[in-house]
Structure formats: structure tokens, C-alpha cells
């Protein structure tokens, strides 16, 4: 069993950055592919961004180029940098883990956290 808690969460306005974390507790952190989703109020939930155990990277086209996801297996931590943020990345953050290869639809990761919210303000 994998625990994911996300912090960093707030209100930022448009063109503005913040740094998303995801403490990861349980075991073989560096075994698990990472990724964060976002879900916006009466959307679906969406794929952001996907980290690998090798720490090869995958991004949605809508935030590629502004965010960056990254990881630290010493820490049991993900984290995720938005940068250039515009109002659309208003959205729930979730952080999700999963045994094996990066995937981007929500049903084939196995952890989730609690999300934390990002509001970017125009």
C-alpha cells in the first residue's frame, strides 16, 4: 500500500507559479511510475503530467512547457512546477502512483491522494 499526501496548494495569480509536493509513504516508493491529474468543476478528471521509476517524463499539451515534474526517491517525494500559470489550470490537484509504465487514464492508477487546490486568478 502505497499513503500519497499533496501540499502547495493556493491562489496565485495568472502568470504566476507555485510548486505542487506529493509525500509518498509505504513501500518501494522508486518502483511506482507517478503522475498528477487535475479535475475542474464539472469536468472530468485529466491527465497533467506522468513521471516513470527512471524518471522519464510525460506531459499533456496543454501544460507542456509551463509545468515540470520531477522526483526524489531518497524523500519519497513528487513534486510538480507550474509555471506561467492562466486561469484554465484553475483545478483539484491529484497526485496517483502506479506500479509500471506511465499511463495517462485515471482507472489505471492504483494510489491516490486527497488532491489540494490551485486557483489562478485572471
Known amino acids: 500500500q502505497v499513503q500519497l499526501v499533496e501540499s502547495g496548494g493556493g491562489v496565485v495569480q495568472a502568470g504566476g507559479s507555485l510548486r505542487l509536493s506529493c509525500a509518498a509513504s509505504?513501500?518501494?516508493?522508486?518502483?511506482?511510475?507517478m503522475g498528477w491529474f487535475r479535475q475542474a468543476p464539472g469536468k472530468e478528471r485529466e491527465f497533467v503530467a506522468a513521471?516513470?521509476?527512471?524518471?522519464?517524463?510525460y506531459y499533456s499539451d496543454s501544460v507542456k512547457g509551463r509545468f515540470t515534474i520531477s522526483r526524489d526517491n531518497a524523500k519519497n517525494t513528487v513534486f510538480l512546477q507550474m509555471n506561467s500559470l492562466k486561469p484554465e489550470d484553475t483545478a483539484v490537484y491529484y497526485c496517483?502512483?502506479?506500479?509500471?509504465?506511465?499511463?495517462?487514464?485515471?482507472?489505471?492508477?492504483?494510489?491516490w491522494g486527497q488532491g489540494t487546490q490551485v486557483t489562478v486568478s485572471s
Open positions: 496517483t502512483g502506479r506500479g509500471g509504465a506511465i499511463m495517462t487514464q485515471p482507472a489505471a492508477y492504483d494510489y
Open positions: 509505504g513501500r518501494s516508493f522508486s518502483n511506482y511510475a
Open positions: 513521471i516513470s521509476r527512471i524518471s522519464n517524463s
